[in-house]
């Protein structure tokens, strides 16, 4: 899920267009940890998925505590710093953000893939503590998101080479990350947790499907075999709108059979606008870049507002 410039100067993940053409100066130590954590993803990925699990816990399983849930969400941001940290560098080796443009400077300098490691062995010493006080399975669940999150582009597996990347992300952030989230509070597994996950395991596997639309041409050409690569771009399109559709369709179907509260499922109902409009961009501009970020956007804010809302209706208990 590579970024890429809008005509604005600014990153479709929030941050601030890098300079290009070897600017003047690099970036100081401060500066550039802190551009290893992008906007995008520690919102989007990190957070919400991990707060829908806490809300389910408290609506659902009446059980929540705090301590765990505090330790928990240091261990995602140390997570995040290290995905972020992992997905910079090797991309950056791999010249994948370069294709077009080669005499670009994008210094990335060898601590960035230190400042992950570090980050990464932090995180499973919160896991640690976090399994000792509520179970085994918390291991297995850091260890499967764990798998997923360090080997994305990194060695030896670089699952978005291998057409995978899409699949471990929708597993990392969604049923990894919620139901770990709630075995933080109850210690159990939830079948109708597994069935919450899904919304957005989907959502974000469709953000990540729709990011590399645009990047089509430099993915093919640094051999990254994602799905889009693999489909082509108007196959890509179809894909990223049913993966988004079934994230707000397990949200009308959850409520349907009971397994969620009727205002879960209204939170498909106020993602739809976003899906039709990303969807009408799309099938215009797959194939023009630049005019296909509106796309892009939408389907972001879909994301953003059918998961919100869906936690927003179990932590304030609606019915």
């Given at each position: 899920?590579?970024?890429?410039?809008t005509?604005?100067?600014?990153?479709?993940?929030?941050?601030?267009?890098?300079?290009?053409?070897?600017?003047s100066?690099?970036?100081?130590?401060?500066?550039?940890?802190?551009?290893?954590?992008?906007?995008?993803?520690f919102l989007?990925?990190?957070?919400?998925?991990?707060?829908?699990?806490?809300?389910?816990?408290?609506?659902?399983?009446?059980?929540?505590?705090?301590?765990?849930?505090?330790?928990?969400?240091l261990?995602?941001?140390?997570?995040?710093?290290?995905?972020?940290?992992?997905?910079?560098?090797?991309?950056a080796?791999?010249?994948?953000?370069?294709?077009?443009?080669?005499?670009?400077?994008?210094?990335?300098?060898?601590?960035?893939?230190?400042l992950?490691?570090?980050?990464?062995?932090?995180?499973?010493?919160?896991?640690?503590?976090?399994?000792?006080?509520?179970?085994?399975?918390?291991?297995?669940?850091?260890?499967?998101?764990?798998?997923?999150a360090?080997?994305?582009?990194?060695?030896?597996?670089?699952?978005?080479?291998?057409?995978?990347?899409?699949?471990?992300?929708?597993?990392?952030y969604?049923?990894?990350?919620?139901?770990?989230?709630?075995?933080?509070?109850t210690?159990?597994?939830?079948?109708?947790g597994?069935?919450?996950?899904?919304?957005?395991?989907?959502?974000?596997?469709s953000?990540?499907?729709?990011?590399?639309?645009?990047?089509?041409?430099?993915?093919?050409?640094?051999?990254?075999?994602?799905?889009?690569?693999?489909?082509?771009?108007?196959?890509?399109?179809?894909?990223?709108?049913?993966?988004?559709g079934?994230?707000?369709a397990?949200?009308?179907?959850?409520?349907?059979?009971?397994?969620?509260?009727?205002?879960c499922?209204?939170?498909?109902?106020?993602?739809?606008?976003?899906?039709?409009?990303?969807?009408?961009t799309?099938?215009k501009?797959?194939?023009t870049?630049?005019?296909f970020?509106p796309?892009?956007?939408?389907i972001?804010?879909?994301?953003l507002?059918?998961?919100?809302?869906?936690?927003?209706?179990?932590?304030?208990?609606l019915?």
């Open positions: 899920m590579d970024p890429f410039v005509e604005s100067g600014v990153e479709t993940d929030g941050r601030a267009a890098p300079a290009r053409g070897g600017g100066g690099r970036p100081n130590l401060a500066l550039r940890m802190a551009s290893a954590v992008r906007y995008r993803f989007y990925a990190g957070l919400l998925p991990y707060f829908l699990g806490a809300a389910w816990a408290l609506r659902m399983e009446g059980a929540f505590a705090p301590g765990r849930f505090w330790l928990g969400l261990g995602i941001g140390l997570s995040v710093v290290g995905v972020e940290s992992f997905n910079e560098y090797f991309d080796r791999m010249g994948t953000d370069r294709v077009f443009n080669p005499s670009d400077d994008e210094y990335i300098p060898a601590w960035m893939l230190w992950g490691v570090a980050a990464f062995a932090a995180a499973a010493c919160v896991g640690m503590a976090l399994a000792h006080a509520g179970g085994w399975p918390i291991l297995l669940y850091m260890g499967l998101g764990g798998m997923a360090a080997f994305y582009v990194g060695p030896p597996f670089r699952w978005a080479y291998l057409g995978l990347g899409e699949t471990s992300i929708a597993l990392s969604g049923p990894w990350m919620t139901l770990g989230s709630i075995h933080l509070h210690g159990a597994f939830s079948w109708r597994l069935a919450a996950a899904l919304v957005p395991g989907l959502l974000v596997a953000l990540a499907v729709v990011n590399e639309i645009p990047d089509f041409h430099q993915d093919r050409l640094v051999g990254k075999r994602n799905l889009v690569v693999r489909l082509g771009r108007r196959n890509g399109v179809a894909l990223y709108l049913a993966l988004a079934a994230g707000l397990a949200c009308f179907a959850g409520a349907a059979a009971g397994w969620f509260p009727v205002a499922g209204l939170a498909g109902a106020l993602g739809l606008p976003c899906w039709f409009s990303s969807a009408r799309a099938v501009a797959w194939d870049p630049r005019l970020v796309a892009v956007r939408d972001v804010q879909c994301y507002v059918t998961v919100s809302a869906f936690i927003m209706a179990l932590a304030v208990r019915p």
